[in-house]
C-alpha cells in the first residue's frame, strides 16, 4: 500500500513562491500517473496539475497554468509542485495523488480517477 506524504505548505505573501513535496512509501510510484488537488475554504476539491509515469507530460489548470509547475523524479519516488506568483485565490489545502489501477491514458484530471491520497498540506496566501 502507497502512502503519500506532502510537504512544503506554508504563508507566503501575494507573488511569492512555494515549493511542495509529495514523497512516496509503502510501494514504487514508478507506473503511476499522479496529480495535485486543492481544497480551498468552502469550495469542492479541485484538480491543479497532472504529470504522467515518466514526468514527460503534463497538464494544468487554467487557474494556474504558467505559474505552477509540476514535476516528478522516479528514483526518488517523490513529486512537487512549483508555484510562483501566488495569489490569494491560491489559498487551500493542496493534496497529491497517485493511480494505481490500470490506465490507457497519459494524466487524469478527476479526483476520481486517482487511488492514493496524502493527508494535505495548508497553502495560505496573504494579500
Known amino acids: 500500500q502507497v502512502q503519500l506524504l506532502e510537504s512544503g505548505g506554508g504563508l507566503v505573501q501575494a507573488g511569492g513562491s512555494l515549493r511542495l513535496s509529495c514523497a512516496a512509501s509503502?510501494?514504487?510510484?514508478?507506473?503511476?500517473?499522479m496529480g495535485w488537488f486543492r481544497q480551498g475554504p468552502g469550495l469542492e476539491r479541485e484538480f491543479v496539475a497532472a504529470i504522467n509515469w515518466s514526468g514527460g507530460s503534463t497538464n494544468y489548470a487554467d487557474a494556474v497554468k504558467g505559474r505552477f509547475t509540476i514535476s516528478r523524479d522516479n528514483a526518488k519516488n517523490t513529486m512537487w509542485l512549483q508555484m510562483n506568483s501566488l495569489k490569494p485565490e491560491d489559498t487551500a489545502v493542496y493534496y497529491c495523488?497517485?493511480?494505481?489501477?490500470?490506465?490507457?491514458?497519459?494524466?487524469?484530471?478527476?479526483?476520481?480517477?486517482?487511488?492514493?491520497w496524502g493527508q494535505g498540506t495548508q497553502v495560505t496566501v496573504s494579500s
Open positions: 509503502g510501494g514504487s510510484i514508478n507506473m503511476y500517473p
Open positions: 495523488a497517485a493511480r494505481a489501477r490500470s490506465y490507457s491514458g497519459t494524466y487524469y484530471d478527476a479526483s476520481g480517477e486517482y487511488d492514493y
